[in-house]
């Protein structure tokens, strides 16, 4: 039997306004190379000086970490040519990092874990390689971006963990506000190193590093394939080999890409031309007493303030977005549980469904809200009220609006609606006589039928209740 023990490196794009050591701009989706000064590109001559939003924002990042700050540390030149990295070399952290000995809790199916992180530093980022067939290109647009490491200790133990740690880390960034942690444009990117041993021992196995995963679902995924593969590999009597492998989404295994370095192997130095740094005391008690309210004690925050469900609390919160739109619509609403309703599955659905983030989420509460008011005074029945809630999602037309111009509003005139019912229990004998005789589904079916004639205007309460009175009445008098 085997223990999996997985430890991850996670590296976030810090969203400020310029780049690490240098003052150009730091922006997604700009023309190819014209971000780029000296600086970025360690052109001869060219000093960096460190940008102090970033450090401040890395701070942040250390202390919601529960990490510790340490008195000094300083800049080290990480050595490794690639055709992105100009400089041929990487201003990162090595031996006096920014920070250390952190942790994040995350919760398993049995109990709640600690995982206990090793290092939070600050690096520069490098640029990008497009590869086609004949030729390939670079964008250096991307290099000197600051870059986060996040790096565990090596206590997870399944894929499952490691999903479940990097939704937490990735809600406790959104609360931060210090990235877009958007994984389609890299400003969130985890590599995994994992590994097998016996059971009960404490010697670590042979590990490999895995590259490419563009979703958490991914790293799930790859981490799956990954422990599979070494497992069969070690029941053959082999040994694993330390190397880097990529995860190929759609063959759904991982690949060999290089034989795994070691840290001796990028020759790392200080950086000459950055002083050792010290932080006073006071600046980290400030930017303490800024950190926010964070998504656990948001959770219990909810469930005790509107008496959610632990379930309702934790999924409107996972997300800060999603948490800021429900209190806004609270503020508007006495009825936060129905509000949770709404937003936990119909809103969600439709924005998994679209593949919307829920950060683009722009319906104005106002409306939302707005909807729930008619729907509330029996304007319309529930399942139109989901219609309405779509098409809102799809113009951002308001609720009135639509259901004025689509004519939805429930049939109030009860003699009209009497007809309907009428009409159907003429229609349907063999219905009518199996609900007689005790066939308590029948009547769901006659329901339907009503509801169908009506086009979803009828409220199916009212008409449930008046086929039972006029089918007993008609009982009665048989």
């Not at 600690?114 to 030729?135: F, Q, W």
Request: a neutral charge; charged letters at 30%.
């Amino acid at each position: 039997m085997y223990e999996t023990v997985i430890g991850l490196e996670v590296h976030l794009q810090l969203k400020t306004k310029t780049k690490a050591f240098c003052g150009c701009a730091n922006s997604f989706g700009a023309e190819p190379n014209t971000l780029v000064c000296p600086v970025c590109l360690g052109l001869p001559g060219s000093l960096p000086v460190l940008n102090k939003k970033a450090l401040e924002y890395a701070l942040k990042v250390a202390l919601a970490l529960n990490c510790e700050v340490k008195e000094f540390f300083k800049f080290d030149r990480k050595n490794y040519y690639y055709p992105d990295l100009p400089k041929n070399y990487q201003i990162s952290q090595y031996d006096m990092p920014l920070s250390i000995n952190g942790y994040l809790e995350i919760d398993t199916e049995t109990k709640n874990k600690r995982i206990r992180i090793k290092r939070v530093h600050l690096e520069e980022d490098a640029g990008k390689l497009i590869h086609t067939p004949e030729y390939s290109l670079v964008d250096y647009n991307r290099a000197g971006v600051p870059l986060l490491e996040i790096v565990t200790e090596p206590d997870i133990n399944s894929a499952e963990e490691a999903y479940e740690y990097l939704v937490n880390l990735k809600s406790v960034l959104e609360y931060l506000e210090v990235s877009d942690c958007n994984m389609e444009k890299g400003s969130l990117r985890c590599d995994a190193n994992v590994s097998l041993r016996k059971k009960g021992s404490s010697v670590l196995g042979i590990k490999t590093e895995l590259k490419n995963m563009n979703s958490f679902k991914a790293v799930r995924d790859a981490l799956d394939f990954e422990i599979s593969r070494q497992r069969k590999i070690l029941d053959g009597g082999e040994r694993v080999i330390q190397e880097t492998r990529l995860w190929d989404a759609e063959e759904g295994i991982t690949i060999s890409m290089r034989t795994k370095e070691e840290a001796h192997d990028y020759r790392y130095f200080p950086d000459p031309d950055l002083v050792i740094f010290t932080v006073d005391e006071k600046v980290i008690k400030s930017i303490k007493d800024t950190l926010p309210e964070f998504p656990r004690q948001r959770c219990l925050r909810f469930q005790k303030e509107y008496s959610l469900s632990f379930y309702d609390a934790e999924v409107l919160t996972r997300s800060k977005y999603l948490a800021d739109y429900f209190e806004s619509c609270a503020k508007l609403y006495p009825y936060p549980k129905e509000i949770s309703n709404w937003l936990t599955t119909e809103v969600l659905a439709y924005l998994n469904e679209k593949k919307i983030p829920i950060e683009e989420f722009t319906l104005e509460s106002e409306k939302l809200i707005g909807l729930l008011k008619i729907l509330q005074a029996k304007q319309i029945s529930r399942n139109t009220a989901k219609d309405v809630l779509r098409i809102m999602l799809d113009t951002n037309k308001d609720a009135d609006t639509i259901i004025k111009e689509k004519n939805l509003f429930l049939i109030s005139d009860e003699s009209d609606l009497e007809k309907i019912v009428d009409e159907v229990i003429k229609n349907n004998p063999n219905s009518v006589n199996d609900y007689l005789k005790g066939k308590e589904n029948a009547i769901m079916f006659l329901v339907g039928q009503v509801m169908k004639q009506t086009k979803g205007k009828a409220d199916p309460v009212r008409v449930n209740t008046l086929l039972k009175t006029k089918l007993k009445k008609g009982g009665d008098n048989a």
